[in-house]
């Protein structure tokens, strides 16, 4: 099993910047064979694919939405996920969940959230226009 939990959520103006963290625990010494990614659900709206890295980190996908703003990290010594979200939008309010996939390859992104076994319990991003 393993546990992860955001931190790092807030209010912000828009056009302003805010970075996630997820940290991971528990059986945590297969942590590199997790394909990470990144998904927000605003109220009344299903939940959405942000961003995701591959388990070496060396691949990243993004959504339309969010390109060129948002950029996605991991730190696999220290079994943390980022993600940097700048020229923020008040369309970005939502809550963002952080969630792991097993990958046999190391350079494997994953975009769909039924693939993601393990997530975490989501920290709110308000963005005030």
């Known amino acids: 099993q393993v546990q992860l939990v955001e931190s790092g959520g807030g209010l912000v103006q828009a056009g302003g910047s805010l970075r996630l963290s997820c940290k991971a625990s528990?059986?945590?010494?297969?942590?590199?064979?997790?394909?990470m990614g990144w998904f927000r659900q605003a109220p009344g709206k299903e939940r959405e694919f942000v961003v995701a890295i591959s388990s070496r980190g060396d691949r990243t996908s993004s959504a339309d939405s969010v390109k060129d703003r948002f950029t996605i990290s991991r730190d696999n010594a220290k079994n943390t996920l980022s993600l940097q979200m700048n020229g923020l939008k008040p369309e970005d309010t939502a809550v963002y969940y952080c969630?792991?996939?097993?990958?046999?390859?190391?350079?494997?992104?994953?975009?769909?959230?039924?693939?993601?076994?393990?997530w975490g319990q989501g920290t709110q991003v308000t963005v005030s226009s």
């Open positions: 528990g059986r945590t010494w297969s942590w590199s064979s997790y394909a």
């Open positions: 969630a792991a996939a097993p990958v046999f390859s190391v350079s494997a992104v994953v975009t769909t959230a039924e693939r993601y076994n393990y």
